[in-house]
């Protein structure tokens, strides 16, 4: 089978050639960032920057070298920012992270990530793995007709702002 026969055999409850395999076809199918620096080392693969494909799970873009080793029968199509930088981990190893992308470490070793108008939105304490939702943009929304005053976010509404990209 091929790849893409095998995803669709197993989406359609028919038994595949055998067990399709998803190594980070989505961000939520993806590797953290930690683990994934360990599998390169164990697998003897020379050391580079690992790029990000979740920014709040912290989670990697696995590299085609990944998913060939492991004969992954998805790949990851992202929308990422025109323009990469490099970020400093805090586990030791460099990552590449979209450059508009800014957490910012507090006094008592908490990232926080500010929306905008400098709101705290996401939050990971410090030596936390992750981001979590500190405060939600339509927290305070208690009727439909109050949506129309949000309509810039309904525009960009699953494309965060770090990922300049425009999908329209």
């Known amino acids: 089978m091929t790849p893409r026969e095998r995803i669709m055999a197993t989406l359609e409850h028919r038994e595949p050639d055998r067990l399709a395999i998803?190594?980070?076809?989505?961000?939520?199918?993806?590797?953290?960032?930690?683990?994934?620096?360990?599998?390169?080392?164990?697998?003897?693969?020379?050391?580079?920057?690992?790029?990000?494909?979740?920014?709040?799970?912290?989670?990697?873009?696995?590299?085609?070298?990944?998913?060939?080793?492991?004969?992954?029968?998805?790949?990851?199509?992202?929308f990422g920012p025109r323009k990469w930088r490099s970020w400093e981990s805090g586990w030791g190893f460099d990552a590449q992270a979209p450059q508009l992308w800014r957490p910012e470490v507090l006094a008592d070793g908490k990232s926080v990530i500010r929306d905008g108008a400098g709101v705290i939105r996401y939050e990971r304490p410090a030596g936390g793995y992750y981001f979590d939702a500190a405060s939600f943009v339509l927290a305070d929304v208690q009727s439909p007709q109050e949506f129309d005053k949000y309509q810039a976010i309904f525009d960009r509404w699953d494309w965060p702002a770090p990922d300049d990209e425009s999908v329209q």
């Open 22 to 78: 998803d190594c980070g076809g989505t961000d939520c199918s993806s590797i953290h960032l930690i683990a994934y620096d360990r599998l390169r080392k164990h697998l003897g693969i020379e050391p580079r920057p690992i790029r990000l494909a979740c920014k709040l799970q912290l989670v990697a873009d696995c590299d085609e070298e990944i998913q060939d080793r492991f004969h992954a029968d998805v790949k990851a199509l992202y």
